[in-house]
C-alpha cells in the first residue's frame, strides 16, 4: 500500500523515510534494536581496516531498521564526508548530534562544517553546546572563538582564544595566530603583528599563519611586507593557490592589474596541468574584478559566472526561496498600520549611545557610508552588528511566546511583556558595550549589517529615535557587484544573479510596505549621488542625525579604521566614479535580471540604458 | 449567461443600453464585441461599446471606437455629445469644445448637449462662454438642474454671489445626488429667527466644505439657539467645537424632533455672504492639548529638530468628481523636497498614500498618514507644523481654520470658492492660493510655492 520509496536526494544511500523525511514516531525503541549493536561494531571495524565497502553496507542495514543508531550514523557521515558528499555528510552528522547531543566530537564537527558553509548563527549554537558539554576543552573554545571572530563579533573570539591559552598552558602557535587574526578584524594591527612574529618563531611553516599575516599587512597597506611574508609561504609550499590569490590581491591593491591577472592565469594552468579544477570559486571572483579593471569585461562576466557555479558545487548553498518567501509574507502581513497602532514603543535611552542603522542590500555602499559617518567625532563604526538578527532568533523566549517572530510580538499585549521591548533594546544595547566598538566621546554608533531593512518594523519599535539610513544604488551596479563578490546574507541570494534579483524586488517591496504602514526616521540616500557630490550627501546624512557637519568625514579614507567587510578595499581610496553604471558594460548579460528588476528600477527612479 | 439564439441587431442593442445603464459592463461587453464581429462597422454599435470602454476605464479604445461610430454616422449628434465627454475625460480640451460645439450645432434644441458644453467651457475658463451656453440650455429647458448648477459654478467663481447662490441651490436635483435627509414634512429654513424648536442643520458634501461652513453655526444658533447637526462622524469634532451647545449627531435614528432644517452649504446664501461681507475669518478650530503633546513627542523623535516641518497633501479624495484635476501626485512636490532646511510630514490619507513609499527626494519626508488615526490627530499634528502645502483638499480646511499659514495648490478652473486670479481668500487670512496656469500641469504653482516656502524662513 505505501509507494516504493526512493533514496534519499541527500545522497545519503538511505531511504527519504529513514534520513531527511524522518518521523520520530518511526524510530523503535532502543531495547527492539539492541541485537543491532555487533553489526554496528562490525561496521566500525571494518571502517578503521579500511573495508569501506563492507563498513557502508553494514551502517545502511542498521539504519534502516534503526536510524538513530548513532555508531552507524558516525561511521557513515565519517565515508560520505570522505566521497565528497556534502550534503549527505551534513544531514548525517545533523542527525547524529541530534540523536546524540552530548557527543562532544561530533558537536565540534557540526560547529566547525556549518561555520566554514557560513551558517555563522547555527554554526554558534553548535559551539556554545560543546563548550556546555565540555566547559575545559580547549578545542571547544577554539571553535567559538573562530566562529565569533568570522561572525564579526572579534571581542567574544578574543576571550574564548585567551581562554584557549588559559586551559592549556602553553602558547600554542596556531591558536596565537588565530587570536592574531581575531585582533586583526579589530584593527589592533600592531599587536596582531606581534602575535603573528611569536607564533612563527616557534612554527616558522604554517601556511595558514603566513597568508593571514599576509593579510594583515595588507589590509594595513605595507604591500612589499605582504610580498615577504608569502615569499616565506611559497618557500615550502610552492605554488601555493592561496598565497597566489592573496598575492594577486596585493598586487590589485597596487594597481597592477595585468601582473595580478597572469598570476592566477598561471595558477590556473598550473592546477589543471596537475589534474585540479583549475581556480577555485573565491579566485575566480578575485580574477573577474581584475579583468574588470582592465575592461575586459565578457571576461570578466564568464570569470564570475564560473566563480559562482563553482561556490554552489562546492558550497551546497542555493537560495531559500520558500523561507524567504515566507518570512517576507509574514512580515508584511504582520506589520499592518492597524495592529502598529496598538504596538507600544520601546523607550529612547539617552544615557549610552544609540545606534545609526546603515541599511542596504550588500553592495550597496553602506560600508561608504558608515566610513564616511565614523570619521565623525560623535559616530564610532559597528560594522555589521548581527545583534538584529540575534534579536529575532531569541525573540521566542525573550517575550516567553510560543510564536515565533514576527507574530511573537503579540505578547507585547500581555500585562507581563508591557516592557518587552526595552528588555530587547538593552539585549542589544549590552551586547554592543560588551562588543567594545563606541569610541570614547561618541554619542552614536553605525550598525551597518546588510539587508536590516528587512527587519525595518522591528527596528522602529526597538530604536525609534534612530535615524534609518537606507543606501541606494542602481539595482543593475548592485547586480554585478553580487556577481562580482561571494557573500551569504540574504539566504544565500546571490547564489545566482536570478536569485539576488529576485531577492532585491523582495526585500525593496517590504521596504515600501513599511514605509507605508509606519512613520518612520527614514532618510534614502543614493551611493551615486554620494560619489559625485560627497559633501552634499555628508551634510544632510548628519544634519538628519541631528549632528554638526564635520570637515574630518569628507576625509574618510584617511581613516585608519579597518573596515573588514569587502568593500575595505575600495573605501580605503578617495572616492571615484568608476563603480557608477558599471552594469552598461554588463547589459547584455543582466536580460534575466532586467526582467526580473524593471518595475523596482524604475521605482528607485532609476532607468536602463 | 449565453446566447445562443441569434438575435436581431436592435434587440442586441437595446439589450445592451440596459445592461449598460445597470452597470453590468462585463456582460454588455461581451454582447457588443460579438456584434462588432459580426457587424464591425455599425455605427450604433461602435458607439455603445465605445461608451462601455469608457465606463470600464479604457478610454483610448472608447476614443477609436466612437470616432469609427462618427466617420460612419447614424445619430452623430448623440456620438458627437458623447465624444466630448471622454475627451474631456482624457483632458483633450479642444477636442471635447469642438466636438461639444458641432454636437449642439447639429441639435440646437437639446440641452444635453448645451450643458456638456458649459460644463467644458469652465473648465477651459471661458466663464462668459460657459453662463451663456448654460443660460441658453435653460431657454429650452428651465427645470433641467445640471445648467443650473453649471451656471452656479461660473457665478460664484466670478465672484457674483448673490446670484451664483440661488442657483447654487439646484445641486440637490443633480441625477446621482444621494438625497439630503429622510423625507420630511417640516420646512427649508429660510434665515427667520425662531425659538421654539430645533433647527436641523445637515453637514453636507465634502469635509472640506463642513470645515468652511461650520463657521456659520454659531451665527444660525443667534438667530435659532437650538441647533441639531446630522453629521459624518469624522466631522464631529469640528462641529462640537465651533457650537458646542449643537446636538451632534451621526445616524438619523438618533435624529431630535426639528421645527425647520438646512443644508449647512445653503447657510452662506441665507447670510447673505458677499467677498466683502464674510464672517468667521477669525481661527475656528484648535487641538486637542493632550493630543499635541504626543504628536510633537513623535515628531521630535522622527524629523529633525533644526529643520522647519512643512506638512503635505498631494491628493484629495478619489471618488471626488474632480479629483483628476485637484490631485497633484507626490511627484509634483520635488520642487518643494528641494528646499533646503525642511522636513516633510506627510498627512495624506487614502489611497494616494502609498506613493510616501516611492520618495527619494532631498528633504526628510517622514509619511504620518500611517498613524493619523481621525482629523483630531491632524489638528493635533499641526500644532508641530511651522506651515502647510496641500492640493485642494480637506486638509487645507483643517490647516486654515486653524489658522496655520497653508498654501493650497488649485486647479486652472478652481472649485468656485477660490475665485479667480486672486491668491489670497476672503475665507481664510492664512492661506495663500498658487494656482496652475495650464490645466494638469504643476509644475509652476508647485515652485511658486517652493519658492515662498524658501522665502518665509
Not at chain 1, 348 to 376: C, K, N, W, Y
Not at chain 2, 395 to 417: C, E, S
Request: aromatic share 8%.
Amino acid at each position: 500500500m505505501n509507494a516504493p520509496s526512493s533514496t534519499c536526494p541527500c545522497g545519503s544511500g538511505l531511504r527519504s523515510e529513514r534520513c531527511c523525511a524522518l518521523q520520530l514516531a518511526a524510530i523503535p525503541p532502543a531495547e527492539a534494536t539492541r541485537h543491532l549493536v555487533p553489526l554496528v561494531e562490525r561496521a566500525v571495524q571494518a571502517y578503521q581496516q579500511g573495508a569501506k565497502d563492507v563498513a557502508e553496507q553494514l551502517c545502511l542495514d542498521v539504519l534502516e531498521l534503526a536510524p538513530d543508531r548513532p555508531g552507524a550514523l558516525s561511521v557513515l557521515y565519517s565515508i560520505r564526508k570522505e566521497q565528497g558528499k556534502a550534503a549527505a555528510a551534513e544531514a548525517l552528522l545533523r542527525r547524529l548530534v541530534h540523536f546524540d547531543p552530548n557527543n562532544f566530537d561530533a558537536t565540534n564537527e557540526l560547529a566547525l562544517l556549518l561555520m566554514r558553509k557560513g551558517a555563522l548563527g547555527e554554526a554558534e549554537i553548535h559551539a556554545r553546546n560543546a563548550i556546555r558539554i565540555a566547559p575545559q576543552a580547549a578545542q571547544a573554545h577554539n571553535l567559538m572563538g573562530m566562529i565569533m571572530t568570522e561572525a564579526q563579533r572579534p571581542r567574544l573570539g578574543e576571550y574564548h582564544y585567551r581562554e584557549v591559552l588559559k586551559i592549556a598552558g602553553t602558547r600554542d602557535p596556531i591558536v596565537l595566530a588565530n587570536l592574531a587574526w581575531c585582533l586583526k578584524n579589530q584593527g589592533r594591527m600592531e599587536e596582531a603583528r606581534a602575535l603573528y612574529e611569536e607564533s612563527t618563531a616557534a612554527a616558522p611553516e604554517i601556511r595558514e599563519t603566513l597568508l593571514g599575516w599576509a593579510r594583515l599587512e595588507e589590509a594595513d597597506r605595507n604591500f612589499d611586507s605582504a610580498a615577504e611574508k608569502l615569499d616565506r609561504l611559497e618557500a615550502f609550499s610552492p605554488n601555493d593557490p592561496a598565497a597566489t590569490l592573496t598575492r594577486a590581491v596585493v598586487l590589485g591593491r597596487m594597481k597592477r592589474h595585468d601582473e595580478a591577472l597572469a598570476l592566477l592565469d598561471r595558477q590556473a594552468v598550473a592546477e589543471s596541468a596537475g589534474g585540479g579544477i583549475g581556480l577555485g570559486a573565491t579566485e575566480l571572483s578575485e580574477k573577474g574584478r581584475f579583468l574588470d579593471q582592465l575592461n575586459r569585461h565578457d571576461e570578466a562576466w564568464a570569470a564570475f559566472v564560473e566563480g559562482k557555479r563553482l561556490a554552489r558545487e562546492i558550497g551546497g548553498n542555493a537560495y531559500l526561496d520558500p523561507v524567504a518567501d515566507n518570512l517576507i509574507s509574514r512580515l508584511r502581513g504582520f506589520f499592518m498600520s492597524g495592529r502598529l497602532s496598538l504596538l507600544p514603543r520601546a523607550g529612547v535611552r539617552t544615557d549610552v549611545p544609540q545606534p545609526i542603522f546603515v541599511l542596504g542590500f550588500p553592495r550597496s555602499g553602506t560600508t561608504l557610508v558608515e566610513q564616511t559617518l565614523s570619521a565623525h567625532p560623535a559616530i564610532s563604526a559597528g560594522d555589521e552588528l548581527p545583534l538584529i538578527n540575534d534579536i529575532v532568533n531569541i525573540m521566542p523566549r525573550m517575550l516567553n511566546s510560543p510564536l515565533t517572530y514576527p507574530e511573537a510580538l503579540a505578547e507585547l499585549w500581555m500585562g507581563d511583556q508591557r516592557d518587552g521591548l526595552d528588555n530587547l533594546r538593552d539585549y542589544y544595547l549590552q551586547k554592543v558595550a560588551q562588543m567594545d566598538v563606541v569610541e570614547p566621546g561618541a554619542s552614536w554608533f553605525t550598525d551597518k549589517m546588510p539587508l536590516n531593512e528587512t527587519h525595518l518594523g522591528l527596528i522602529a519599535l526597538l530604536f525609534p529615535a534612530s535615524p534609518l539610513i537606507h543606501v541606494i544604488r542602481h539595482p543593475l551596479d548592485v547586480m554585478i557587484s553580487s556577481m562580482a563578490n561571494h557573500f551569504t546574507h540574504g539566504f544565500f541570494c546571490a547564489s545566482a544573479l536570478e536569485t539576488a534579483a529576485l531577492h532585491f524586488v523582495r526585500v525593496s517591496e517590504l521596504v515600501a510596505h513599511y514605509r507605508n504602514e509606519m512613520a518612520l526616521r527614514y532618510l534614502p540616500v543614493r551611493y551615486e549621488t554620494m560619489v559625485t557630490n560627497q559633501e552634499e550627501t555628508v551634510r544632510q546624512i548628519l544634519d538628519f542625525a541631528g549632528l554638526p557637519f564635520d570637515g574630518n568625514t569628507l576625509r574618510f579614507h584617511e581613516n585608519r579604521r579597518y573596515a573588514r567587510t569587502a568593500s575595505y578595499a575600495q573605501v580605503t581610496e578617495p572616492l571615484y566614479d568608476r563603480s557608477l553604471y558599471r552594469y552598461k558594460h554588463y547589459r547584455k548579460h543582466l536580460g534575466p535580471a532586467i526582467e526580473i528588476l524593471r518595475p523596482i528600477i524604475e521605482r528607485l527612479g532609476y532607468t536602463v540604458d | 449567461m449565453s446566447i445562443d439564439v441569434p438575435l436581431p441587431l436592435i434587440d442586441v442593442l437595446t439589450l445592451a443600453a440596459r445592461l449598460e445603464a445597470e452597470k453590468n459592463f462585463a456582460f454588455a461587453d461581451r454582447l457588443l464585441r460579438r456584434a462588432l464581429d459580426v457587424a464591425p462597422d455599425e455605427p450604433d454599435a461602435l458607439h455603445l461599446s465605445g461608451i462601455v470602454d469608457f465606463r470600464m476605464d479604457r478610454r483610448e479604445e472608447a476614443l477609436a471606437k466612437i470616432e469609427r461610430a462618427i466617420a460612419h454616422g447614424v445619430d452623430i449628434r448623440l456620438y458627437l455629445r458623447n465624444i466630448s465627454e471622454v475627451y474631456r475625460a482624457l483632458g483633450r480640451f479642444d477636442d471635447a469644445v469642438a466636438a461639444a460645439r458641432r454636437a449642439a450645432a447639429l441639435a440646437p434644441d437639446d440641452p444635453v448637449c448645451l450643458h456638456n458644453l458649459a460644463v467644458i467651457q469652465y473648465h477651459r475658463l471661458e466663464l462668459d462662454d460657459c453662463i451663456a451656453t448654460a443660460e441658453a440650455a435653460l431657454k429650452i429647458d428651465a427645470f433641467m438642474p445640471g445648467p443650473h448648477f453649471q451656471l452656479a459654478e461660473a457665478l460664484l467663481l466670478r465672484g457674483e454671489w448673490a446670484r451664483g447662490w440661488e442657483e447654487y441651490q439646484w445641486r440637490f436635483d443633480l441625477p446621482g445626488n444621494a438625497p439630503l435627509m429622510p423625507p420630511t414634512t417640516q420646512p427649508r429654513w429660510d434665515g427667520t429667527p425662531f425659538d421654539g424648536g430645533v433647527l436641523m442643520l445637515i453637514a453636507d458634501q465634502g469635509f472640506g466644505d463642513v470645515i468652511q461652513f461650520a463657521r456659520y453655526i454659531p451665527w444660525a444658533a443667534t438667530l435659532c439657539p437650538h441647533i441639531a447637526v446630522a453629521a459624518a462622524p469624522e466631522v464631529v469634532p469640528f462641529l462640537r467645537q465651533v457650537y458646542p451647545q449643537a446636538n451632534v449627531f451621526t445616524e438619523w435614528r438618533h435624529a431630535p424632533p426639528f421645527k425647520a432644517f438646512r443644508a449647512l452649504s445653503g447657510l452662506p446664501m441665507l447670510h447673505g455672504t458677499r467677498p466683502d461681507r464674510m464672517i468667521g475669518t477669525e481661527p475656528y478650530l484648535r487641538a486637542d492639548p493632550a493630543r499635541v503633546e504626543a504628536w510633537k513627542e513623535k515628531l521630535d523623535r522622527l524629523t529633525p529638530r533644526s529643520k522647519r516641518r512643512i506638512g503635505i497633501v498631494w491628493a484629495g479624495r478619489p471618488t471626488h468628481n474632480n479629483d483628476r484635476w485637484r490631485s497633484a501626485g507626490l511627484a509634483a512636490f520635488a520642487p518643494l523636497a528641494a528646499v533646503p532646511g525642511i522636513a516633510l510630514v506627510a498627512l495624506q490619507k487614502g489611497p494616494a498614500a502609498s506613493q510616501a513609499s516611492t520618495y527619494f527626494g532631498a528633504a526628510p519626508l517622514v509619511n504620518m498618514g500611517a498613524e493619523i488615526g481621525d482629523f483630531e490627530d491632524t489638528m493635533a499634528i499641526m500644532e508641530s507644523l511651522d506651515m502647510v502645502v496641500t492640493v485642494d483638499t480637506s486638509v487645507g480646511h483643517v490647516a486654515a481654520a486653524m489658522g496655520k499659514k497653508t498654501f493650497i495648490l488649485i486647479a486652472r478652473a478652481p472649485d468656485w470658492r477660490w475665485l479667480l486670479e486672486r491668491s489670497d481668500t476672503p475665507w481664510y487670512p492664512s492661506v495663500t492660493l498658487f494656482r496652475q496656469t495650464v490645466t494638469g500641469d504643476w509644475s509652476v504653482p508647485m515652485a511658486a510655492a517652493a519658492k515662498a516656502v524658501a522665502a518665509s524662513q
